[in-house]
């Protein structure tokens, strides 16, 4: 039986001379060809593409929202002719979108956090979102239980949304498929849906079967730990060496130190202060501000000189000096009884 031609229509063109058109699945555009002949006006950048033979809606295709990507003039012996290379909406999906999250991440046990979980079909909507699109149907990411209690970790960094949709679908065995002449998009599984029509003409039918590639091993690689941990601290101070170099230089508890006064007063708030020759110095960090007032006002005696003397490095400072530079201002780890440590991991 003969079969009628094809017409092929876009906004603007006005002769064609041949129109090719491979459909895809996926996120990447699909590609229309069109040989057309040289016309005064340029046809329009947008527009649908409809193709019919016979008359019907059942006899017709359109392709939604397309876009001339390039075309250019191609010369033969019947004369001249333009090429014009079209892309389906999705071409709107390559470049300009972009997306941050952080989701499905979890603790030390494997558990999920709450405030960053999220199902596969929430994270399509995030997605949908931000490549600023209504026509995905992915309903079947809710409904069917095996995806919708999955909570892949995904890390958006400034990420492209179409290719995080591709992981996405990919990482379950789903095909992201066109509905032509709805101008809609479906989530469906590798497989699913119906044969090809019989009573259209094939070229070069074939058959033909692709498996996947099955490694031989597989490696796992863990990801570095963070640990994080209070340490402990003690407050120190600089104790000077001799003038002969003899003695050099060391860092001390307060306590420890020279120039060290010892007092009775009373801190802000009423609290008694103890004697520093105690060893609760490290108690002081609480109020350390109040404490360093207590102890300037106290270092008017011959404990704490104000007479400067030569440092290794040259320079002069007095006790009174390293008082206001050092205590309660410089710190150190406090080990533990075993003079240790103690780091996670």
């Known amino acids: 039986m003969d079969q009628e031609i094809a017409v092929v229509t876009y906004p603007g063109i006005v002769s064609w001379e041949s129109f090719e058109f491979t459909d895809c699945a996926g996120v990447a555009p699909a590609r229309g060809m069109a040989t057309i002949y040289p016309q005064g006006n340029s046809p329009a950048i947008e527009g649908d593409i409809v193709i019919r ?59 999920v956090v709450p405030k960053r979980e999220k199902t596969p079909a929430e994270l399509m909507e995030l997605l949908c979102e931000a490549m600023d699109t209504e026509s995905i149907d992915f309903s079947l990411m ?20 179409a290719a995080e949709v591709q992981k996405l679908l990919d990482s379950f065995g789903l095909r992201l498929v066109p509905q032509r002449s709805t101008g809609k998009f479906v989530v469906c599984r590798t497989g699913d849906g119906g044969k090809l029509p019989e009573n259209i003409p094939y070229q070069d039918p074939s058959q033909g079967v692709d498996p996947k590639e099955v490694p031989e091993a597989a490696q796992v690689f863990g990801a570095p730990v963070l640990y994080q941990c209070r340490l402990r601290l003690e407050a120190i101070g600089l104790e000077l060496g001799d003038d002969s170099g003899a003695i050099p230089e060391s860092w ?21 202060l103890q004697s520093l020759s105690s060893d609760d110095i490290r108690f002081f960090s609480k109020d ?58």
């Open 252 to 272: 001390k508890k307060l306590i420890d130190l020279s120039y060290t006064p010892e007092f009775q007063t009373s801190s802000t708030g009423g609290e008694r």
């Open 288 to 345: 350390g501000i109040g404490y360093f007032k207590t102890w300037i006002m106290t270092t008017e005696g011959d404990n704490c000189s104000r007479v400067r003397l030569p440092r290794s490095d040259g320079s002069m400072s007095s006790p009174y000096d390293l008082t206001q530079q050092y205590v309660f201002r410089t710190y150190r780890i406090k080990p533990d009884e075993d003079g240790k440590v103690q780091v996670p991991g």
């Open 53 to 111: 033979q016979g008359s019907g809606k059942a006899n017709r295709v359109v392709i939604k929202k397309c876009r001339i990507d390039s075309a250019f003039f191609e010369a033969n012996s019947g004369g001249q002719t333009v090429q014009v290379r079209f892309f389906d909406e999705r071409w709107k999906w390559i470049s300009g979108y972009v997306i941050h999250g952080l989701y499905n991440i979890r603790t030390g046990d494997n558990q």
């Open 142 to 161: 809710e409904s069917d239980p095996d995806i919708s209690s999955a909570r892949p970790a995904v890390n958006w960094d400034v990420s492209n949304p």
